[in-house]
């Protein structure tokens, strides 16, 4: 049997309804999976404390290796070399935490801690540390790496890096730094890292048992 024209009429109009009925649907789902998003805030990636340490000490023996100052020594009494596991620069995200992270003392997110590792070397001279550092930009964005900022107009001369993601997908920045006194610092820093159950931790709840810096191991005779 022929269909009337009419009969046609209503089903590509029944079609139409459905159709526009599935699109508004998805739109609502979608818009309801942004407005979770965006009240939990953007999850923490996992990452083991110790790999990660480790990533961080390979990186700061790229940018040794890159600065080409085999006359410099490390400086044994910089007061921030070693490995450390910091968590009070990690707090809760999302909208859901907007007030409290507002307030003098930010909430710490439980579970979670930035990763860093640093060491000096001493005796660099600002001559020195400018040509090493136009150096190692060169050879460090050769292999992918991110310049982020660069200053040399000032005392305090800075390079800032983002070394390529790995696998796990965390964040990692380098900054390395010329003071006055002649030590050039190389410092590697991970972004908040959410540490799996069972990693040994203080009381305060920072991961301990951390790899010490192997880098530069031309200088620790490794």
């Not at 089903?11 to 998003?37: D, E, P, S, W």
Request: charged share 20%; glycine share 10%; net charge neutral.
């Amino acid at each position: 049997m022929t269909s009337s024209p009419q009969q046609t009429g209503r089903g590509r109009k029944a079609a139409l309804y459905v159709t526009v009925g599935v699109i508004a649907v998805g739109a609502v789902f979608l818009a309801g999976v942004k407005v979770i998003g965006a009240w939990t805030g953007t999850p923490f990636p996992s990452a083991d404390p110790a790999a990660t340490a480790r990533r961080l000490d390979a990186q700061t023996q790229e940018v040794y290796d890159a600065l080409a100052l085999p006359g410099a020594a490390l400086n044994p009494q910089w007061p921030g070399g070693g490995t450390e596991a910091n968590i009070y620069d990690c707090h809760p995200r999302g909208l859901a935490h907007f007030v409290d992270n507002l307030a003098d003392t930010q909430p710490r997110e439980p579970g979670t801690a930035v990763i860093s590792t640093e060491w000096a070397l001493a005796g660099v001279t600002r001559p020195q540390a400018l040509d090493a550092l136009r150096r190692a930009k060169q050879a460090l964005v050769g292999k992918g790496w991110t310049v982020t900022s660069h200053d040399e107009a000032v005392e305090d001369v800075t390079l800032r890096l983002a070394p390529p993601r790995d696998g796990d997908g965390v964040g990692h920045r380098v900054v390395v730094s010329l003071y006055p006194n002649g030590n050039l610092s190389v410092a590697a820093i991970s972004e908040c890292v959410r540490y799996p159950a069972g990693t040994r931790v203080t009381q305060e709840g920072a991961p301990y048992d951390l790899p010490d810096p192997v880098a530069p191991a031309q200088l620790r005779g490794r």
